[in-house]
């Protein structure tokens, strides 16, 4: 998201699905929020959760899959996140 505002907003049923195969796979993050650029989110709820589809043979779900209620990436000061995030395992 880039020079982005999202306020007052409540995001519900979102599910999140694991997918890959790809072997130099080293750490799954689940947020909502990803590469936050000069932007807000203010006020916002998301309930979602997590599923996994796939993982490569030699990945550790357990070990390295990581759930925050923080944006994965706030690449400048002028960026904040304020949410609050839920997010529950899935139909392992």
């Known amino acids: 998201m880039k020079n ?3 306020k ?3 995001f519900d ?4 699905d694991v997918n890959t195969g790809l072997s130099k796979t080293k ?3 689940v947020t909502p929020f ?9 006020n916002v709820t998301v309930n979602a959760s997590y599923q996994v589809s796939k993982l490569p043979s030699s ?3 357990d070990d390295l899959i990581f759930v925050t209620d923080r944006a994965s990436y706030l690449s400048d000061d002028a960026s904040s ?3 609050k995030v839920t ?3 899935k139909g392992e």
């Open 4 to 6: 982005s505002t999202i």
């Open 8 to 10: 007052d907003v409540t």
């Open 13 to 16: 049923n979102v599910i999140f």
């Open 27 to 29: 750490r799954i993050v």
């Open 34 to 42: 990803v590469n936050v650029v000069t932007s807000t989110i203010d």
């Open 59 to 61: 990945f550790s779900k």
């Open 81 to 83: 996140v304020n949410a």
């Open 87 to 89: 997010i529950n395992v």
